[in-house]
């Protein structure tokens, strides 16, 4: 959608049709082609090279392992108690000894294996969910730098319009002084003008190129793409909606889930395991057996893990402030992306109405005038007026890349790209 009421679309396709012929003519004079990189294949070959995935994978995987760790019962014990083997008097024979073999079995009361896998399934979750926010971090920041090389390129065509009109303006000038209309001093003017424009446009082609090398990066690939400039102007001022659950807001539901998890193990904790045996008595007097039954528990006088629910507890709580917090911090900020993105858009609409057709206007009549002679105008005055349309132009794409960048912190908080990290970890 463009940012443009109906009536100002043929602007809007001026511009981007000046960008596009500026673009062209730089990348014929450099005598390169590429393919054009838009901006969902370059988030998704970011996603298949993210160097973190397996790591996260991993974690991922570790956290299901301890789900199934979660649910494994204590394991039994065998024993041997001897007894009577050796003594004095008439304990002293070998004879009258006892040999108890024993099988040995906690069992676990309070639901404690239940509580145990509630908070390693938690953990799973924490950790898928912590995974796709560092993912969602990388697609950010490959969407900022794709952004960043879009205005790179945008602000070539800007540099190269003031080189041409600096060029044209030296033109004019020398013809000038030739004719001895001026004096030498314009001529060194405007031939400066042009060296400075030069510079000017090979640093904007330098810093677009090392805009497109530092995207490339994100996925171990060169700079040899073009990127479709006019999609700087493909902008939209419509509300953005926050979706019910962010993935932020996810990692912190997540985290609250599982202290809550830890409430109830620790409570299971605070219940005391029996322990039995069974087992078999052999008597060396005689040469007899008996099956022995026993058991124990501990008497839960001393260590009830009190401390143990307060903390969870507590880490719950922390918990549900946190999601109260950033819940509300989170609408603060989308408004105020959204007002940002609606104030950018103001000015850019303000100036295709009014800002450059009156400078446009102005340097016409101002070059009308330096052209008739007569000492009207001069030619700092039309360096002045050219160089006011040039700024204003620069201008336009700083607001524009402004306009984008918060779009890109939009994406992020909505969690708009995860659909990528999905199609990524299948692959």
Do not use: C
Not at 32 to 50: F, G, N, Q
């Amino acid at each position: 959608m463009s940012i443009y009421p109906d009536a100002r679309r043929p602007a809007a396709s001026r511009h981007a049709l000046a960008w596009a012929a500026a673009l062209v003519s730089v990348s014929l004079a450099t005598a390169t082609s590429a393919e054009v990189l838009t901006l969902p294949e370059a988030l998704s070959r970011a996603a298949a090279y993210d160097p973190t995935r397996p790591a996260s994978a991993a974690r991922v995987q570790a956290a299901e392992a301890g789900v199934r760790q979660a649910g494994v019962r204590p394991n039994p014990s065998v024993g041997v108690d001897l007894e009577n083997f050796s003594g004095t008097g008439s304990q002293s024979a070998f004879d009258r000894s006892e040999a108890t073999v024993y099988y040995q079995q906690t069992l676990e009361r309070g639901g404690k294996r239940e509580a145990r896998t509630d908070v390693a399934r938690a953990d799973v979750l924490l950790a898928r969910e912590r995974s796709a926010v560092r993912a969602l971090d990388l697609l950010a920041e490959v969407q900022t730098a794709w952004v960043g090389a879009l205005a790179a390129e945008a602000a070539i065509a800007v540099a190269q319009e003031r080189l041409t009109v600096a060029e044209r303006l030296n033109r004019e000038v020398g013809r000038r002084v030739a004719a001895a209309r001026d004096p030498l001093f314009a001529g060194e003017r405007s031939r400066t003008a042009v060296l400075q424009g030069q510079i000017a446009r090979d640093q904007a082609v330098e810093i677009a190129r090392q805009a497109r090398a530092t995207l490339a990066r994100f996925w171990g690939g060169g700079e040899t793409f073009d990127l479709d400039v006019p999609l700087l102007e493909q902008t939209s001022a419509a509300p953005v909606p926050r979706p019910v659950q962010t993935p932020d807001l996810a990692l912190l539901t997540a985290e609250r889930d599982a202290a809550a998890s830890r409430i109830r193990l620790e409570r299971s904790r605070a219940v005391q395991d029996p322990t039995w045996r069974v087992g078999v008595r052999h008597f060396g007097d005689g040469n007899e057996v008996a099956l022995v039954v026993g058991g124990a528990i501990p008497l839960g006088r001393y260590d009830r893990n009190v401390g143990g629910v307060a903390r969870a507890q507590a880490e719950r709580t922390a918990a549900e402030a946190e999601i109260i917090a950033a819940t509300a911090a989170l609408d603060r900020e989308i408004a105020n992306l959204i007002a940002r993105r609606a104030s950018s858009l103001t000015e850019v609409r303000r100036i295709d109405a009014e800002v450059l057709p009156s400078a446009a206007k102005a340097l016409m009549l101002v070059r009308d005038g330096f052209n008739r002679g007569g000492g009207a105008f001069t030619y700092l005055e039309v360096a002045e007026s050219q160089r006011a349309v040039v700024e204003t132009k620069a201008r336009r794409v700083d607001l524009l890349k402004s306009f984008h960048l918060d779009g890109v912190r939009l994406d992020r908080l909505t969690g708009r790209h995860l659909p990528l990290i999905s199609v990524a970890e299948t692959r």
